[in-house]
């Protein structure tokens, strides 16, 4: 049996104004993981990722490529704790 996990992952490239954001909802849709996904001042992609363990790593290996117009260059991830809603949502630009 998989593990629920959640993982904090920040993009880095030319991921703002490319339509990443509600990429990144759909595509967690399809992943079947929940949490939430905004841009950040300094050009990055934040994203807060839950679910079982596989589904985490379909939706951050997913991340790596991005949307047809995103330049991925860099993905970090690391575990976290915070306290996922339910759902995937787009948030604001923090």
């Known amino acids: 049996m998989t593990m629920a996990v959640v993982q904090r992952v920040f993009v880095t490239g ?12 759909r595509r967690a849709q399809e992943c079947g993981v929940t949490g939430w996904v905004r841009n950040l001042k300094d050009g990055r ?8 363990d596989d589904a ?11 949307p047809p117009l995103a330049r991925v260059d860099h993905l970090e991830a690391n ?13 604001f630009t923090a």
């Open 79 to 91: 575990a976290d704790s915070e306290r996922v809603p339910k759902g995937f949502t787009k948030r």
């Open 56 to 66: 985490v790593t379909a939706m951050t290996e997913a991340c790596r490529q991005g």
């Open 45 to 52: 992609i934040e994203m807060l990722i839950a679910g079982e």
């Open 14 to 25: 030319k991921v703002q104004n490319t339509g990443f954001r509600d990429w990144a909802v």
